[in-house]
């Protein structure tokens, strides 16, 4: 029996404060129960952290009242929760501001209701005629929904007819028409019609995948242990998502529900889709696949969660936030393309969702299946330690074979390509020949690069870190090559160190300059362009999509934005215009990051039944990143990726703490990096690295001046530890500011 409990106060800083249970709540409180208590003189909003038994502090008080009792967190969640706090080094109040979305903690709800009406049953001809001499206007009313052919909003309806209430009441007691109330918005997407799509037969590679699925989930069901995480390694179209279907629905019919987790789902309605039209079309009604993104109001958010949290939806599909989703009796958690970036949340909280997945899925005892076309070198590693299990899907699911892709060496191009754009002749003439056949292109410029990396225009050369292998990053102000990761600085050479030429230089183009050239070129082609600038209108995505597949745009340009999902049978040729760029971000994962982006790029050709086309320009033809995506050849680049990985103590061989500090004073936040480090090192072990303090390679943004300091160690668990330690008495500048980021993706 609790009678008293322990309050994390919101908007505190993480305060927690003891209050006592008055005996009308004791069975209502729970962990994760949100709740108002007085803080001095104050009402405040508070989450249950704890429930204790008794409590040492005289004259506590008791908890003013309960907020929409129907909120709570489950221990799993708490449980979660604390580790997250614990392993990102966040404050606990950061963590659960995560896990409770803003609806939901307290503020007031109000959802306008709009009320629908329609018709209950079909009206004949005789129907009307019966009708149309005492009630004109009820006649009226049902022929204008009637050839609606769609529920119609009521305000709609009666100022369509002139009609009043009265009329519509009359219709609804003689039963031929129903009035609902609905949330204002509606669910997500509701007003598209979903289809029910056929079932294919599967393949005997995914029939194989699914036999080990299969048997993993029924021994889980017999009591036996819970799966390590599957890491589904399918090429581009080899029919994961089939897998993810048949995996839910054994879910579904085991009673439980599943979490699908997508890079960002705004921008792949195509995934969602397939969804929904498997599931919410299912027996009993449908409604059962709930989606959570970005572009949700809060009380749209606020209804998705509700409505899992009641069981009334069973699955939820949603991008990375989607990971706290609160669904009952949790089976299963998938997470698609499990490599992507944006999974990786770059403010505090700083957590992974598919580690964070991994870790839920432990602890709530369900499976977790990882699926990509290109592993992250951290989830492939695992699965050689035994950590992840392996299935593979090594072929297309249509039986197409994968695209050819060749390979433009932009060295030999010289300076022409430059001034057309950065069309290379053999794209150029690719375009043409798909232009004569009326098929479909696309170009992609890869822009999450960086260009302040040196680049021999004529060999290709980059100048790299002799300890770490990372190209360096030219700072023009103190006229330095520095590495970032280490410290390491160079004066920058005036000619190329490999071919002496002098012509290195930075490189860079945009799409808007892309564009320009392609329609000179083309003057007749039909081009649309598709980046963050050109999408700012919300819809304008789907809107030059839904015009790309029905072939009233020839050559569609984009960049990330383009890379992955999309899945148009027309498209013969995908042209790479920029493949370095990646490639020379001062980021131990540039060559990962390049290698997955040319392959999901090269996966966008060909869907259809013309085989289809890749053409790569790039400045370093013999770079593995490349050689390999060139042949498909996953294996091939792990073993190379890992080997540097290991001899440069790189993750996953280590574990990484990156730790920023930044002040609109460069001397003062310099001064606080360069104290930091040195204080982290007297304290520190042999066993941790800590770097000096070096300038980042953004070495400014927002007005303020940005600085590195980055431990690695094989003990990652004593990394945040240290940290902690050091910062207790360590006294940081006013106006400097640190932030911690564990197992860092953004290394900028
Ligand atoms: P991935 O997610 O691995 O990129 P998809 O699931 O998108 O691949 O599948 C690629 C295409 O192959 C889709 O159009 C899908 O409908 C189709 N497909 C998947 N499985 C089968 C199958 N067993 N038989 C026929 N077509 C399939
Ligand atoms: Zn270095």
Redesign the pocket.
């Known amino acids: 029996m609790f009678s008293f409990d322990r309050i994390l106060i919101d908007r505190s800083e993480g305060r927690e404060l003891d209050y006592s249970i008055p005996g009308e709540f004791t069975d209502k409180v729970s962990i994760g129960t949100r709740v108002v208590v007085m803080v001095r003189q104050r009402r405040a909003l508070g989450t249950v952290l704890e429930l204790l038994e008794t409590s040492g502090i005289p004259g506590i008080r008791p908890i003013h009242g309960l907020i929409g009792e129907e909120v709570s967190l489950s221990p799993i969640m708490m449980r979660l929760a604390r580790w997250m706090a614990d392993y990102y080094c966040a404050p606990f109040a950061s963590v659960m501001r995560s896990f409770l979305p803003p609806m939901l903690r307290g503020e007031k709800i109000i959802m306008r209701k709009i009320r629908m009406a329609r018709l209950f049953r079909i009206p004949t001809e005789g129907d009307f005629l019966s009708l149309s001499k005492r009630a004109i206007k009820q006649r009226e009313l049902l022929v204008l929904l009637k050839q609606n052919a769609a529920p119609m909003k009521v305000s709609d309806l009666l100022r369509g007819c002139d009609a009043s209430e009265a009329t519509l009441k009359a219709l609804v007691r003689a039963e031929w028409i129903v009035v609902t109330e609905e949330r204002a918005g509606g669910i997500p997407h509701e007003e598209e019609e979903i289809l029910p799509?056929a079932i294919?037969?599967?393949?005997p590679d995914?029939g194989h995948v699914m036999q080990q699925l299969t048997e993993a989930f029924n021994a889980l069901e017999a009591g036996e242990e819970v799966p390590p995480p599957f890491l589904l390694h399918?090429?581009?179209?080899?029919?994961?998502?089939?897998?993810?279907l048949r995996s839910l629905a054994k879910v579904l019919e085991a009673g439980k529900s599943a979490l699908v987790l997508v890079p960002e789902i705004a921008l792949t309605p195509q995934t969602v889709e397939?969804f929904r039209s498997r599931f919410d079309h299912a027996e009993e009604g449908g409604a059962r696949v709930a989606v959570l993104h970005s572009h949700l109001s809060d009380a749209e958010r606020r209804e998705e969660w509700m409505r899992l949290q009641r069981g009334e939806a069973r699955i939820a599909i949603g991008a990375r936030s989607a990971i706290f989703a609160p669904l009952v009796r949790l089976g299963l958690i998938i997470v698609?393309e499990e490599h992507e970036n944006t999974y990786k949340q770059e403010e505090t909280p700083r957590y992974h969702a598919r580690d964070v997945a991994v870790m839920r899925g432990r602890m709530e005892g369900c499976p977790v299946i990882l699926?990509s076309?290109t592993p992250s070198v951290e989830s492939y590693h695992n699965t050689k330690l035994g950590k992840y299990r392996l299935l593979e899907?090594p072929r297309?699911?249509?039986?197409q074979i994968m695209p050819l892709i060749r390979v433009v060496d932009l060295r030999l191009q010289g300076k022409r390509s430059k001034s057309e754009g950065g069309l290379s002749a053999p794209l150029q003439m690719g375009i043409t020949k798909r232009l004569e056949l009326a098929q479909q292109t696309i170009l992609f410029l890869n822009r999450r690069g960086f260009s302040t990396s040196l680049l021999c225009q004529q060999c290709g050369h980059v100048c790299r870190c002799p300890n770490c292998s990372l190209s360096l990053t030219l700072h023009r102000a103190e006229e330095r090559l520095t590495c970032h990761l280490c410290g390491h600085k160079a004066k920058p050479p005036t000619v190329c160190p490999e071919c002496r030429d002098p012509s290195i230089q930075f490189s860079g183009i945009g799409t808007q300059r892309v564009e320009e050239s392609v329609q000179k070129i083309f003057p007749t082609a039909r081009i649309a362009r598709m980046d963050a600038d050109t999408m700012t209108r919300k819809g304008s995505y789907r809107e030059v999509l839904g015009k790309f597949r029905s072939r009233q745009i020839d050559i569609l340009i984009g960049t990330q934005m383009i890379a992955k999902?999309l899945?148009f049978p027309n498209v013969t040729l995908v042209g790479i215009i920029n493949a370095d760029i990646g490639l020379h971000a001062p980021d131990f994962r540039a060559g990962e990051r390049t290698f997955q982006l040319l392959t999901q790029v090269a996966?966008r050709a060909g869907?259809g039944q013309t085989e289809g086309e890749v053409i790569v320009q790039t400045f370093s033809p013999a770079s593995p990143s490349v050689q390999y995506a060139r042949h498909h050849d996953f294996a091939g680049f792990f073993e190379q990726e890992i080997a540097f990985r290991e001899a440069f103590h790189h993750p996953p061989f280590t574990r990484m703490l990156l730790i920023q500090i930044r002040g609109v004073s460069a001397e003062k936040a310099l001064f606080a990096a360069e104290a930091f480090s040195r204080a982290l090192k007297e304290e520190g072990a042999p066993w941790i690295q800590v770097s000096d303090a070096a300038t980042a390679p953004l070495e400014r943004t927002h007005g303020q001046y940005r600085f590195h300091v980055t431990l690695k160690s094989k003990f990652g668990q004593l990394l945040g530890k240290l940290v902690r330690k050091v910062m207790t008495s360590f006294k940081l500048p006013e106006d400097v500011i640190m932030t911690l980021d564990i197992d860092p993706y953004a290394l900028m």
Do not use: F, M
Request: charge should be neutral; aromatic fraction near 4%.
């Open positions: 799509t294919p037969q599967l393949n995914q399918g090429v581009t179209g080899s029919g994961k998502t089939e897998i993810y397939r698609d699926g076309a899907l297309r699911a249509d039986g999902g899945d996966g869907r």
